[in-house]
């Protein structure tokens, strides 16, 4: 298949790639390279030291032989480019990953937020625009969170994207399927579910063929392919912003930093190595709807942990210290959560789940790159609302924080 992959030089959309290229497709990049200037930005870096994307690249085809076609382009801003470039190129399938990314970022300044919604709103429906414009029948797989669903306890399993609910009419009740009601934390979630309703729009509307994966949280930070030379590692995010919890904590834990709970690190949330993300991928890609189903949607995730639990258990393996802090989020402080994830397990995957030797690979990692670690940028410090900011004033080393939000 020739794929499209836009957001292909990020954290999942770069071992994404490299998988697809490995199995023998044709593969694209499509990306403006907005999280390296994110990365300026925060003034932060990747732990792993990363290289162009023209020298991964330009590596890969080294090591493996196969050829990765990079595009720079801005889905969000540049809609002619975007819609000459389908028209020309014509694939066959399309995984949309060109997406900002980071719950905390997205909260960091109202420019933020206005930012996030701008770049993920505008370049999802630009994309479903030229889509149609341009008459291509291309598979969309785009990764979503699950973090649409919201954390609040109902008691019953989160299903698979949609809910059937039972509606009072004057002749009695009527049986409806919908859409699972959303209930976004944060403004990047609340992009993620806005995307939900357009490419519902798209695939009533157009007959487009749409994949919605909605994914827990990505741990680990090696997959096959970025193991096969030291220049195909993959980024790996530990800071404040982009640094997600489980791999925030091993990083902690590897330079003798207090482990970040926040709040009682009662929240409970989905996981997923990043192996099986990238499998995941293909294996929606394998299975395609046709042109008027409804949007196919798969809960991306393998296990559920509560955050407190995760800490403990990095705590135990590296005898880190645990600092529960004020949470700078908005979010309930206790939840329980059940995910079905049969359409995946059906497809044959087999999830990777939480093993010491793979905490134990990113420990390392961490290790080896701790010299590129700043310490100042490990604490959390966008706050949701000013309230909470006036409460994340120092870090768990005792030193006051420059600035909340
Ligand atoms: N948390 C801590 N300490 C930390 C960092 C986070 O206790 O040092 C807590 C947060 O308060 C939150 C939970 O851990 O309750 C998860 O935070 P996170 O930063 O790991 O994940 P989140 O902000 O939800 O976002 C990440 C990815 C996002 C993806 C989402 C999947 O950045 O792209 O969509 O995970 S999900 O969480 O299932 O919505």
Same mark, same amino acid.
């Given at each position: 298949m020739k794929i499209a992959i836009l957001?292909?030089?990020?954290?999942?959309?770069?071992?994404?790639?490299?998988?697809?290229? +490995?199995?023998?497709?044709?593969?694209?990049?499509?990306?403006?390279?907005?999280?390296?200037?994110?990365?300026?930005?925060?003034?932060?870096?990747?732990?792993?030291?990363?290289?162009?994307?023209?020298?991964?690249?330009?590596?890969? #085809?080294?090591?493996?032989?196969?050829?990765?076609?990079?595009h720079l382009l801005?889905?969000?801003?540049?809609? &002619?480019? *975007?819609? @000459?470039?389908?028209?020309?190129?014509?694939?066959?399938?399309? /995984?949309?990953?060109? &997406?900002?990314?980071?719950?905390?970022?997205?909260?960091?300044?109202? #420019?933020?937020?206005?930012?996030?919604?701008?770049?993920n709103t505008n370049g999802t429906h630009n994309l479903l625009a030229a889509m149609v414009e341009t008459g291509i029948d291309a598979h969309l797989v785009h990764l979503g969170t699950m973090g649409v669903y919201g954390y609040s306890s109902v008691g019953a399993p989160i299903p698979e994207g949609y809910l059937d609910v039972s509606i009072e009419t004057p002749t009695g009740p009527k049986e409806q399927e919908i859409l699972y009601p959303t209930r976004p934390g944060s403004v990047y979630h609340m992009t993620k579910s806005l995307d939900q309703i357009l490419f519902q729009f798209y695939a009533q509307n157009d007959g487009l063929r749409i994949t919605d994966l909605h994914q827990g949280i990505v741990w680990g930070t090696h997959t096959t392919e970025t193991r096969l030379h030291e220049q195909l590692v993959n980024r790996f995010d530990y800071d404040?912003?982009?640094?997600?919890? *489980?791999?925030?904590?091993?990083?902690?834990?590897?330079? %003798?930093?207090?482990?970040? /709970?926040?709040?009682?690190? %009662?929240?409970? #949330?989905?996981?997923?190595?990043?192996?099986?993300?990238?499998?995941?991928?293909?294996? +929606?890609?394998?299975?395609?709807?046709? @042109?008027?189903?409804? /949007?196919r949607i798969f809960n991306q995730m393998t296990e559920t942990h509560r955050v407190r639990d995760l800490a403990e258990m990095v705590a135990k393996l590296t005898e880190a210290h645990v600092a529960y802090l004020p949470n700078p989020r908005k979010e309930a402080a206790e939840n329980e959560l059940v995910v079905k994830n049969e359409q995946f397990l059906e497809l044959g995957l087999e999830p990777t789940t939480l093993a010491e030797g793979l905490l134990e690979e990113v420990v390392e990692v961490a290790r080896r790159f701790a010299h590129r670690i700043d310490r100042s940028r490990v604490p959390a410090v966008s706050a949701w609302t000013r309230e909470l900011g006036a409460k994340v004033d120092r870090d768990p080393e005792g030193k006051a924080l420059r600035s909340a939000s």
């Open positions: 957001g292909g030089d990020g954290f999942v959309g770069w071992p994404t790639t490299l998988h697809l290229s +490995a199995q023998g497709h044709e593969v694209h990049v499509v990306d403006n390279l907005s999280r390296r200037w994110i990365d300026t930005e925060l003034g932060v870096q990747s732990l792993t030291p990363m290289d162009s994307i023209q020298e991964r690249c330009r590596i890969w #085809r080294e090591t493996s032989g196969r050829t990765i076609h990079f801005d889905l969000a801003e540049e809609y &002619e480019r *975007l819609k @000459a470039w389908l028209a020309q190129e014509r694939p066959d399938a399309i /995984v949309h990953l060109a &997406e900002q990314r980071a719950a905390p970022y997205s909260m960091k300044t109202d #420019r933020h937020k206005v930012y996030t919604v701008r770049n404040g912003d982009y640094g997600t919890v *489980l791999n925030r904590f091993l990083i902690q834990a590897a330079i %003798g930093y207090p482990l970040t /709970v926040h709040g009682t690190g %009662g929240q409970t #949330r989905a996981f997923i190595h990043i192996q099986d993300s990238v499998r995941c991928i293909e294996l +929606a890609l394998g299975d395609a709807p046709k @042109a008027g189903d409804r /949007v």
